[in-house]
């Protein structure tokens, strides 16, 4: 089975704090992803990444970068920690580009706090 | 965009009775792909459908696709209180981008 593995169930982070949020996946997939969920909001794309080195922003980048230096680990970095960054965050990876793209496969999440 | 919009936005129904929630999108695609989320959980995948194909089943899933109206539903047949949780749809298209709506919530009372 497919494992995507997030490094913290729950975090607790304090304002100007950099954060790591580590998402490593088992199953040489070459597109990894990374989002957020709020209530009412659903999940919101932040990053993606389609090869080791290549990420694209989503539709929520602003105060977030990645980086993915081996295929099977994508980070996600809050620079500097703001209470408005509270938030569920969940990592996915698939396999495949255009007409053979596949399912994904996502982590358990981790609830971040910044306090 | 290539996001999927969920309708209805809440569905209420009783142990027993089928659940039937609607995605609809914009953009031509290759394949279209529902997922499941438990509260607090991450997403799981129940099924994927290709643009060449009308109709999917999987035990008591079944999906259908009609790319003329860019639109996809998912019926849940005789639906357990364990069916209880948030459906999303996600039109896979061109690009890499895996993206979601806000979903249908599905509470099936005992």
């Known amino acids: 089975d497919v494992k995507v593995t997030q490094s913290s169930r729950y975090l607790v982070k304090r304002t100007g704090e950099k954060v790591f949020l580590e998402c490593v996946q088992d199953?040489?997939?070459?597109?990894m992803f990374w989002y957020r969920q709020d209530p009412g909001l659903g999940l919101r794309l932040i990053y993606f990444s389609y090869d080791v080195k290549m990420k694209e922003k989503g539709d929520i980048p602003e105060g977030y970068s990645v980086s993915r230096e081996k295929k099977e680990r994508f980070s996600l970095i809050l620079e500097s920690a703001s209470t408005n960054q509270t938030s569920m965050y969940l990592c996915?990876?698939?396999?495949?580009?255009?007409?053979?793209?596949?399912?994904?496969?996502f982590g358990q999440g981790t609830r971040l706090t910044v306090v | 965009s290539q996001q999927g919009e969920e309708d209805p936005q809440a569905l209420s129904i009783q142990e027993g009775e089928n659940a039937t929630m609607n995605c609809s999108y914009k953009?031509?695609?290759?394949?279209l792909q529902w997922y499941r989320q438990n509260s607090g959980r991450g997403l799981v995948h129940l099924i994927l459908i290709r643009s060449n194909e009308r109709e999917k089943h999987s035990g008591r899933l079944r999906v259908t696709l009609d790319t003329s109206k860019k639109s996809s539903s998912l019926l849940i047949t005789a639906s357990r209180a364990a069916d209880t949780a948030s459906y999303f749809c996600?039109?896979?298209?061109?690009?890499?981008?895996?993206?979601f709506g806000t979903g249908t919530l599905l509470a099936v009372q005992p």
């Open positions: 199953m040489d997939h070459e597109n």
């Open positions: 996600a039109p896979r298209g061109a690009t890499n981008k895996l993206i």
């Open positions: 996915a990876s698939s396999l495949g580009r255009g007409t053979w793209v596949t399912e994904a496969f």
């Open positions: 953009t031509s695609i290759n394949n």
